[in-house]
């Protein structure tokens, strides 16, 4: 008993700080141990994975949700410096999966909140705000205007990133070995991501040093602009915005490998600090919702996948990315993991989650009426 009051009460000591330290530290384990073992994403789902365990064994997982502006600073920048002048003369080409998605996104939120509502004991504002496939904190935001249960919300949403984040990259691996396509590094790698790669070393004027640093001043410059406009996600898509003009008008853009997989450790480790003990104690109540949302998700994601293949020139992969319901930057980093058309992905995904944060209100409530 007294080395656990002991252990207590050095717990009690513990700075924010150092909290923080340790549950990164703790990410990192887990990150490097799971990319060792050449796991799907491994950096990203391997953090997850143990800073979750590291939570509910001592209920000291950290990670402020201020700091997760640091990490969208980062994952935009791995998005932009990919960006060349042929991805912006392509946009128009993604009209027709841009459309797609919307209306699968739409889709999703309808048959999951029916079921939700009607096999999980959800009011129908809660269910359709559990359903909605936008960012945890926004829908909780949303939600609590409208008048729904918050908590059921958030616990939902975060569950559902959660997944998506560990199990969504061996579910894209296990399709594309069942449909023989070779992993896009030998065989579907678009050519911009191609040529990225291979012309960073002929951008460089100055040292890679001296560029990282001016890329990574660019995209917390323009992360910082686009958040003080009141832009959803603005640190993320300005970060995407600013190195993606630096990529495309200079020969300076560059963010070393290192910083992927660091990257995805900091993501991890914010994703998996938001589940705790707390959560647990929820959960029963949730069950049959938060089975819905899981079950149906694969589901859906194949077929959406499968509908975006047909009517884009987007490869395999990249159609089940952009089909998938998590946050942007958790896509794009997986995008970037498993190097497919992350420019793709990443633009994608800022026009989901705008259309969900600005048009699924409104629909969630002419949902209400009619039930």
């Known amino acids: 008993m007294k080395w656990r009051a002991r252990r207590h009460r050095l717990w ?17 384990a887990g990150g490097l141990i799971a990319k060792r073992l050449r796991i799907p994403a491994g950096a990203m789902t391997g953090a997850v994975v143990a800073v979750v365990i590291f939570g509910l064994l001592t209920g ?11 990490v969208q600073f ?24 841009g459309l797609v998605q919307i209306f699968s996104m739409l889709l999703l939120n309808t048959v999951f909140g029916l079921l939700m509502h009607f096999l999980g004991g959800l009011d129908v504002l809660t269910a359709f705000f559990c359903s909605a496939p936008a960012g945890m904190s926004d829908m909780a935001l949303i939600a609590a205007d409208y008048g729904a249960n918050t908590m059921d919300v958030s616990i939902v949403q975060m569950l559902r990133i959660v997944c998506i984040v560990t199990f969504m990259p061996t579910f894209y691996r296990l399709i594309m070995k069942k449909k023989n396509i070779l992993p896009l590094a030998q065989g579907e790698r678009p050519a911009a991501a191609v040529s990225t790669k291979k012309t960073v070393g002929k951008r460089m004027h100055a040292t890679e040093l001296g560029c990282f640093f ?29 190195t993606a003009c630096l990529s ?18 900091g993501a991890g480790a914010y994703v998996g600090a938001q589940m705790n003990a ?8 949730l069950l049959i919702p938060v089975a819905i949302m899981l079950v149906g998700m694969f589901v859906f994601v194949y077929f959406a996948g499968v509908v975006m293949r047909k009517v884009s020139h987007l490869d395999w992969l990249t159609c089940l990315l952009i089909s998938t319901p998590g946050g942007i930057q958790e896509m794009s980093l997986m995008a970037q993991e498993f190097e497919c058309d992350s ?25 209400e009426r009619l039930l």
């Open 12 to 28: 009690e000591r513990e700075t924010e700080m150092l909290q923080i330290m340790v549950t990164l530290l703790v990410a990192a």
């Open 343 to 367: 420019t793709k992905v990443a633009l994608l995904h800022v026009v989901r989650i705008m259309v969900v944060i600005f048009l699924f209100p409104s629909f969630i409530s002419v949902m």
């Open 278 to 285: 707390s959560t647990l104690g929820i959960l029963p109540k």
């Open 248 to 265: 495309i008008f200079t020969k300076l853009a560059y963010m070393p490998p290192v910083v992927k997989t660091a990257t995805q450790i």
């Open 214 to 242: 001016i890329t990574v001043a660019v995209a917390v410059t323009g992360g910082l602009l686009f958040r003080q406009m009141g832009v959803k996600a603005g640190a993320l898509i300005g970060a995407i915005v600013a």
């Open 60 to 70: 000291r997982s950290f990670f402020p949700v201020e700091y997760k502006t640091y």
């Open 74 to 97: 980062f994952s935009g920048a791995l998005v932009g410096v990919k960006i060349t002048s042929k991805d912006i003369s392509d946009m128009r080409r993604m009209v027709l999966p």
